[in-house]
């Protein structure tokens, strides 16, 4: 397994930018893809966007599409999600988590390390 942390995260206001980081310890960083998801409380956690191995290849979820852009620097061993434009519908918990293969996956069962989560509070 993986061992995941993230930071980064606060209050904000709507139309404000905000960038996740997430520093991973234990797998080999650069041989696993990586994904952010994001959980309000009462309701299941949602893909947000994902990233292969080498960086080369992401995708995102439609409402990140546009506003967020998920990367890694694998010499440091760090996932990042830049957040442009944020919205109140965007506060949530934000978790980064880690699959055992290099390619890119979308639905949560697909990875098996997690973060704690950070959470993300956008007002107005």
């Known amino acids: 397994q993986v061992q995941l942390v993230e930071s980064g995260g606060g209050t904000v206001q709507a139309g404000d930018s905000l960038t996740l980081s997430c520093a991973a310890s234990g797998r080999t960083f650069n041989s696993v893809a990586m994904g952010w998801f994001r959980q309000v409380p009462g309701q299941r956690r949602l893909f947000v966007g994902t990233i292969n191995h080498l960086g080369g290849t992401t995708f995102y979820a439609d409402s990140a599409k546009g506003r967020f852009t998920i990367s890694r620097d694998n010499a440091q061993n760090r996932l990042y999600l830049q957040m442009n434009n944020l919205k109140p519908a965007d506060t949530a918990v934000y978790y980064c988590?880690?699959?055992?293969?290099?390619?890119?996956?979308?639905?949560?069962?697909?990875?098996?390390?997690w973060g704690r989560g950070i959470q993300v509070t956008v007002s107005g």
């Open positions: 988590a880690a699959r055992r293969v290099p390619t890119i996956g979308v639905r949560s069962e697909l990875y098996d390390s």
